[in-house]
């Protein structure tokens, strides 16, 4: 069962690990925590509080925090969409944090229309059983391999993240993976 | 569509609302408008069936507004995209 503490300790570990600082507003951080925790139990994953989602883990994947827009918010703006992350100059009160642009493609935000699971409906199937069927329900979802020209991570989805998870390199960095089955000679 | 009314003293404006019920921003907006006994109605977006979601994207987007939460909407005219006090206490005159 996921719980407050739970919540909290995840996003301070991976405030540490990736270089950024969560919200100095008490308050505010904990409304925030609520949300994930209210996310994840009605979802089964800590989509964005401040973002409207669809229950469906494929479309919802690029805003579970942390989203993927996270990293260029928090460098460009200071803190990320819901401002859970902030940079170091906000987090020691020299700027103050406001509400930023939505750096989420519209096509993405209007997917969060008409398909949606609502009421405390969650999945039926596992968010790791979910990309095969989804795939297939939502053919507009073009799943590729890319992998990171620096350190080969290695991931799939629709596009590359904007930062490499593992050796931080910029989007640039990746490159689709192309599987073929060639005749041997 | 299942609209919520709070009551305030102020109901000089219409003050409408589009929100989510888990964004900290639509906490603090919604804190703000009751701190200053403003009424106002609001919408939790997220917890609308999907027929409603699309009537509300309609709406903001007939209105010249993106899908982004908190939506304050003041007089049926004036649309505000999240919680900006500075824009918020202009619309109202407060």
């Not at chain 1, 992998?147 to 998870?165: A, H, K, L």
Request: with cysteine; aromatic share 10%.
């Amino acid at each position: 069962m996921i719980t407050l503490e739970k919540v909290r300790q995840r996003a301070e570990a991976d405030a540490r690990t990736n270089g950024c600082y969560l919200n100095p507003d008490s308050p505010f951080l904990n409304d925030l925590f609520d949300g994930l925790m209210q996310n994840e139990e009605r979802y089964g994953y800590p989509s964005c509080p401040c973002r409207l989602a669809t229950g469906k883990f494929e479309l919802d994947r690029d805003i579970i925090c942390p989203c993927d827009y996270r990293d260029p918010d928090v460098k460009e703006y200071g803190c990320c969409y819901c401002a859970l992350y902030v940079r170091k100059d906000v987090f020691e009160g020299k700027t103050s944090t406001k509400p930023i642009p939505e750096r989420r493609p519209k096509e993405k935000l209007d997917g969060a229309y008409g398909v949606s699971r609502v009421g405390g409906e969650s999945l039926s199937v596992k968010p790791s059983e979910t990309t095969a069927t989804l795939a297939k329900e939502f053919p507009q979802i073009k799943l590729k391999i890319w992998y990171c020209r620096q350190c080969g991570y290695v991931c799939f989805r629709e596009d590359p993240p904007y930062i490499c998870p593992i050796c931080k390199a910029k989007r640039e960095m990746f490159a689709e993976l192309q599987l073929g089955m060639g005749k041997q000679a | 569509m299942k609209s919520v009314k709070v009551a305030g003293k102020n109901s000089k404006h219409k003050v409408f609302l589009y929100t989510l019920s888990s964004c900290a921003w639509c906490k603090l907006t919604k804190k703000f408008l009751t701190e200053k006994k403003i009424e106002y109605e609001y919408v939790d977006v997220d917890l609308c069936s999907d027929k409603d979601r699309d009537a509300i994207r309609k709406d903001i987007e007939s209105r010249g507004g993106e899908p982004r939460y908190p939506i304050i909407i003041v007089d049926d005219k004036i649309l505000i995209h999240g919680f900006r006090k500075d824009k918020i206490s202009e619309a109202l005159g407060i």
